[in-house]
T-cell receptor, first 115, second 114 residues
Framework: DSGVTQTPKHLITATGQRVTLRCSPRSGDLSVYWYQQSLDQGLQFLIQYYNGEERAKGNILERFSAQQFPDLHSELNLSSLELGDSALYFC??????????????FGPGTRLTVL | AQSVTQPDIHITVSEGASLELRCNYSYGATPYLFWYVQSPGQGLQLLLKYFSGDTLVQGIKGFEAEFKRSQSSFNLRKPSVHWSDAAEYFCAVGEQTGANNLFFGTGTRLTVIP
C-alpha cells in the first residue's frame, strides 16, 4: 500500500458525459501528479500540482482539468468524454515538486470506461 | 525531448532463470532513471532509481540495474526469477531540473513459466 488513495476504483459512463476522479496523496506529500495509461498511448503524464498550484503540464487535453485543494487532495475532471478517453488514470504523490529526485508514490488507479 | 524505449514488449522466462529487461533513453543531459513494476490490478511500485554515482544500483526484490552512459541504457536485471515476478515493468526518465514528472517507456510484460 503506497498511501495514495484514489476513488472510485471503476467508472463506467457514456460519451459526452463528465466525470471527476479523486486522489488523496500520502500524508506529508505536497505534490500530486496525474497520469493516463491507455493501450495505444502507454503511460502519459497529464498534469502536476504542488501545494495547490499547477507546476507542470503534459499531454492533457483541453477537455480535462485538475485542481488541488487546501487539504492537498486533488481532482481530475474529464468532460465531453469520448471512447478514446477510456483508460486507467493514476495519481501519484511526492514530497517535493521539482528537481527530479522526489520519489513518486502511485495510487491503485481509476479505470474509466466510456461506452 | 526526453524519450524512453523498451524494445521488448513481452518476455517469457523460466522460473530460476536470469532476467534482463532493456531500456534506452534519449535525454540532453544525464537523466534520473527509474524502474517501476506494475502487477495486475495494482499501481506502480518503484523498484530502483539512479541519480548519480555508482552506475550499478540495487533495488527491492533482488533487482539491480546498470547505467551505461555510452549506450544510453539502464537495463534491469535479476539473477534468478521467481513466479511472483510476473508483471509489467516500466522504465522511466525524470528531469534533473524543472518539474518532477516522469516520462515512461511502453513497458515490458514478463511471463514466468514453471
Amino acid at each position: 500500500d503506497s498511501g495514495v488513495t484514489q476513488t472510485p476504483k471503476h467508472l463506467i459512463t457514456a460519451t459526452g458525459q463528465r466525470v471527476t476522479l479523486r486522489c488523496s496523496p500520502r500524508s506529508g506529500d505536497l505534490s500530486v501528479y496525474w497520469y493516463q495509461q491507455s493501450l495505444d498511448q502507454g503511460l502519459q503524464f497529464l498534469i502536476q500540482y504542488y501545494n495547490g498550484e499547477e507546476r507542470a503540464k503534459g499531454n492533457i487535453l483541453e477537455r480535462f482539468s485538475a485542481q488541488q485543494f487546501p487539504d492537498l487532495h486533488s481532482e481530475l475532471n474529464l468532460s465531453s468524454l469520448e471512447l478514446g478517453d477510456s483508460a486507467l488514470y493514476f495519481c501519484a504523490s511526492s514530497v517535493g515538486g521539482s528537481g527530479g529526485r522526489n520519489e513518486q508514490f502511485f495510487g491503485p488507479g481509476t479505470r474509466l470506461t466510456v461506452l | 525531448a526526453q524519450s524512453v524505449t523498451q524494445p521488448d514488449i513481452h518476455i517469457t522466462v523460466s522460473e530460476g532463470a536470469s532476467l534482463e529487461l532493456r531500456c534506452n533513453y534519449s535525454y540532453g543531459a544525464t537523466p534520473y532513471l527509474f524502474w517501476y513494476v506494475q502487477s495486475p490490478g495494482q499501481g506502480l511500485q518503484l523498484l530502483l532509481k539512479y541519480f548519480s554515482g555508482d552506475t550499478l544500483v540495487q533495488g527491492i526484490k533482488g533487482f539491480e540495474a546498470e547505467f551505461k552512459r555510452s549506450q544510453s541504457s539502464f537495463n534491469l536485471r535479476k539473477p534468478s526469477v521467481h513466479w511472483s515476478d510476473a508483471a509489467e515493468y516500466f522504465c522511466a526518465v525524470g528531469e534533473q531540473t524543472g518539474a518532477n514528472n516522469l516520462f515512461f517507456g511502453t513497458g515490458t510484460r514478463l511471463t514466468v513459466i514453471p
